[in-house]
């Protein structure tokens, strides 16, 4: 089936550090990825849908300067957390729009820690 | 006020015992709803659909109301395998718009 890969699943560091996450589709073509951040005992929720060939839609909230998009092929999208502090700290989720029954295929995650 | 709300436990419940989640959402016109399976420190898992008809699969039974904006999830037999949190998940417009819950921890005890 459908799989979302996503790179890497844990980072560790130091506050000031920018930080960049990959989210590839590996057996299909996603033309929309999307991006989201879950805080210890607290729902998913939407920071940006990421489009391929241009630019990405941020939710409200979602600062688009500090959380940098790139979408620039079909089967990858990166997320750049720029200059990350330690309020940063989060679980960040990928997905895919889904085939079959899946409504989004989500990738393993990224817990991203910074000191 | 919350897309979607629910219960976050957590639900202690010994094996084979019979557990319900349920879940409000604020939107009426929201058109699809499931449930997702969350492992600590996983990503979310499709569980399953949640259809107007209600639906079932294997010990999972899933029922939507939407006069209440109302969705149930029911386990029977719980297995320790069982043990995660659940997230009620609805989309007001399909598969690009999906609001989760905060979800509801399950723990299956021996």
């Known amino acids: 089936g459908a799989v979302v890969s996503q790179h890497p699943s844990r980072v560790i560091c130091k506050s000031g550090t920018s930080v960049k996450i990959e989210c590839r589709s590996l057996?299909?073509?996603?033309?929309?990825m999307f991006w989201y951040r879950q805080f210890p005992k607290q729902s998913l929720m939407l920071m940006a849908t990421?489009?391929?060939?241009?630019?990405?839609?941020?939710e409200q909230g979602v600062e688009k300067d500090k959380f940098l998009i790139n979408h620039a092929s079909l089967t990858l999208s990166t997320l750049t957390v720029t200059s990350a502090h330690p309020e940063d700290s989060s679980f960040y989720i990928c997905?895919?729009?889904?085939?079959?029954?899946?409504?989004?295929?989500f990738g393993d995650g990224t817990r991203l820690s910074i000191l | 006020r919350k897309e979607v709300e629910q219960d976050p436990g957590p639900f202690n419940v010994p094996e084979g015992a019979t557990v319900a989640f349920n879940c409000t959402y604020s939107?009426?016109?929201?058109?699809?709803f499931f449930w997702y399976r969350q492992d600590c420190r996983k990503e979310p898992k499709l569980l399953m659909s949640v259809y107007s008809s209600g639906n079932e699969d294997g010990r999972f039974t899933a029922q939507l109301n939407r006069a209440s904006q109302y969705i149930s999830l029911l386990i029977r037999d719980s297995k320790l395998s069982d043990s995660a949190t659940y997230l009620c998940?609805?989309?007001?417009?399909?598969?690009?718009?999906?609001?989760f819950g905060t979800g509801t921890r399950l723990t299956v005890i021996p």
């Open positions: 057996d299909f073509q996603a033309t929309t």
């Open positions: 939107n009426s016109a929201s058109q699809s």
């Open positions: 990421s489009n391929e060939g241009s630019k990405a839609t941020y």
């Open positions: 997905s895919a729009h889904g085939t079959g029954k899946e409504p989004q295929h």
């Open positions: 998940v609805v989309s007001p417009t399909g598969a690009n718009n999906l609001f």
